[in-house]
């Protein structure tokens, strides 16, 4: 079996959100038992992903403020304190190696757009130091104050987004563009010091949904020296109407040509599976997707295609332990 080290899975989200809806109904100091291993690791483990950049989240029209990342840092720290040693958290390039070596959980800390920080860029120090965070994308879908999101005003970065780039590059913070908009993409592009990823994303050429990558957008990214990850939702494959096309042999289609667009070193699985966070018709299952304990489809599938050993290792992990040493070190 193949490893895969997943580049986005809503896990600390689902977490954190359960940890706020426990305490809204009991005394508020109480605090829910730790459930990473139970509630996601072992699915995870089951298809062959070992490893995982485990992102929370305040989606575009959400309340964020500081008590969400507040909230976050406290969930991060308790569950993966209760869920070593089984899982390791990922602060540097040799914890990643270690753990995927050993057979524990490489859990790298994320956090997916910072408008919870309300433009203050000193989040970012504590959330490095108390939370462990090593993944970060400044945007999710609407603008805020460090650039333009990918649903947003077409703007790019600002100069406060410039300065919080600056810091992740400084700190050791990988960034995520998978919410960025297209300027503020170019934006960090030409400005960050070290590699960046676009995490969860899929092939405008073989779908447009909007948010989609075309093959120049993927052709820049990797020029860069940076990793774009393929994303198995189904909102990403085909149409909301197209179920015979939520597949697992569409989503190959997207992984095939995302390769040849951005070629074998630049590509990763950023799996995005959160068939957990919404109900079947928000969320219609992928046809041998359905969840992470099916992850290993698709290394089944690369070899099938003629992919190296080799080659399908560094899309299951390897590309990105490299992205991820040259920005965290």
């Not at 072992?42 to 507040?70: F, N």
């Not at 433009?119 to 400044?138: F, H, N, Q, T």
């Not at 990823?197 to 860069?224: F, K, P, Q």
């Not at 989503?251 to 957990?276: K, P």
């Amino acid at each position: 079996m193949v490893p895969i080290f997943d580049l986005h899975a809503d896990v600390l989200m689902d977490l954190v959100r359960r940890d706020e809806a426990f305490s809204k109904s009991h005394n508020a100091d109480r605090r829910p038992a730790p459930e990473l291993e139970e509630r996601h690791l072992s699915r995870m483990r089951a298809g062959g992903v070992a490893g995982a950049a485990l992102a929370d989240c305040r989606m575009a029209g959400e309340p964020a403020g500081p008590e969400h990342l507040e909230s976050f840092i406290a969930v991060a720290r308790r569950e993966l304190a209760a869920a070593w040693p089984g899982a390791v958290t990922v602060l540097r390039a040799a914890d990643l190696r270690g753990a995927m070596s050993s057979g524990a959980f490489a859990a790298v800390v994320c956090c997916e757009g910072l408008s919870a920080t309300l433009g203050d860029i000193g989040w970012l120090w504590r959330l490095y130091g108390e939370a462990g965070l090593r993944v970060a994308s400044l945007t999710h879908n609407d603008d805020n104050p460090f650039g333009c999101g990918a649903l947003g005003s077409g703007g790019g970065l600002t100069e406060k987004g410039r300065e919080a780039l600056a810091a992740m590059n400084r700190l050791g913070i990988l960034v995520d563009m998978a919410h960025a908009g297209a300027a503020t993409r170019r934006d960090i592009l030409a400005a960050s010091s070290r590699p960046v990823m676009l995490s969860h994303t899929s092939c405008a050429a073989v779908y447009d949904n909007g948010r989609n990558l075309s093959d120049e957008a993927l052709r820049d990214i990797a020029d860069a020296g940076g990793l774009v990850g393929c994303m198995t939702s189904p909102a990403a494959l085909a149409p909301a109407g197209d179920r015979a096309n939520h597949s697992l042999e569409r989503y190959m289609e997207h992984l095939n040509h995302m390769i040849g667009a951005a070629g074998v070193e630049h590509v990763g699985l950023g799996l995005h599976f959160c068939e957990y966070l919404y109900t079947r018709e928000e969320y219609p299952l992928v046809s041998g997707l359905e969840d992470a304990s099916r992850a290993q489809a698709i290394i089944d599938a690369l070899l099938a295609s003629g992919y190296s050993q080799n080659e399908v290792e560094k899309i299951a992990w390897r590309n990105f332990a490299r992205v991820f040493e040259d920005a965290a070190g």
